[in-house]
């Protein structure tokens, strides 16, 4: 099974980041993906996430990056 994933690449800030947030207060999952290209985005999304409790797992390809969120 796939999971849950946000595509934020070519947004900029603070657009993942809202889109990240809202995920996180409605998803039903306890993971999701997001798939973001900017070092700003990756940042502020990892910072957001565990400061609420989340952990983030960051997988860096080429010019993009996927965050993996997961409820603690």
Not at 17 to 29: A, C, F, Q
Not at 59 to 70: F, G, K, N, P
Request: hydrophobic fraction near 40%.
């Amino acid at each position: 099974m796939m999971p849950d994933r946000i595509d934020a690449r070519g947004l900029s800030c603070p657009q993942p980041v809202v889109m990240t947030r809202n995920k996180m207060d409605t998803s039903k999952s306890c993971s999701f993906e997001v798939l973001v290209d900017s070092g700003a985005a990756r940042d502020n999304i990892c910072r957001m996430a565990t400061g609420m409790g989340w952990d983030v797992q960051v997988t860096e390809d080429a010019d993009e990056c996927i965050l993996v969120l997961s409820k603690k």
